[in-house]
Nanobody, 126 residues
Framework: QVQLVESGGGLVQAGGSLRLSCAAS????????MGWFRQAPGKEREIVAA????????YYTDSVKGRFTISRDNAKNMVYLQMNSLKPEDTAVYFC???????????????????WGQGTQVTVSS
């Protein structure tokens, strides 16, 4: 079992930055691939970024490449999403998710993730 708690969301102007944090509790955090998803009003929840248990393998959806960075600190049981050059279309609730994996891979499908946080709101004003 893994419990996930996101923090760091808020209101920011276009072009600004935010860093989201996800604190994980439970055993063997380093056995989990992690992902950040987002859901805007009236839209499906979508993958934003993902990384393997080691942090060496990463994925970004096209719309955030070059602006967002996902990282993890296994010693602290933390996952981060650094978001720069934010745009109004980045406005959404952001969710942290965990998928048990002994392979050093990431996952992009929602169905791969068994554990989810409660989400944190990110609002980007124009």
């Amino acid at each position: 079992q893994v419990q996930l708690v996101e923090s760091g969301g808020g209101l920011v102007q276009a072009g600004g930055s935010l860093r989201l944090s996800c604190a994980a509790s439970g055993r063997s955090f380093s056995n989990y691939a992690m992902g950040w998803f987002r859901q805007a009003p009236g839209k499906e929840r979508e993958i934003v970024a993902a990384l393997s248990w080691s942090g060496r393998n990463t994925y970004y959806t096209d719309s955030v490449k070059g602006r967002f960075t996902i990282s993890r600190d296994n010693a602290k049981n933390m996952v981060y999403l650094q978001m720069n050059s934010l745009k109004p279309e980045d406005t959404a609730v952001y969710f942290c998710a965990a998928a048990f994996s002994l392979e050093n891979v990431y996952y992009t499908l929602r169905s791969a993730y068994a554990y989810w946080g409660q989400g944190t709101q990110v609002t980007v004003s124009s």
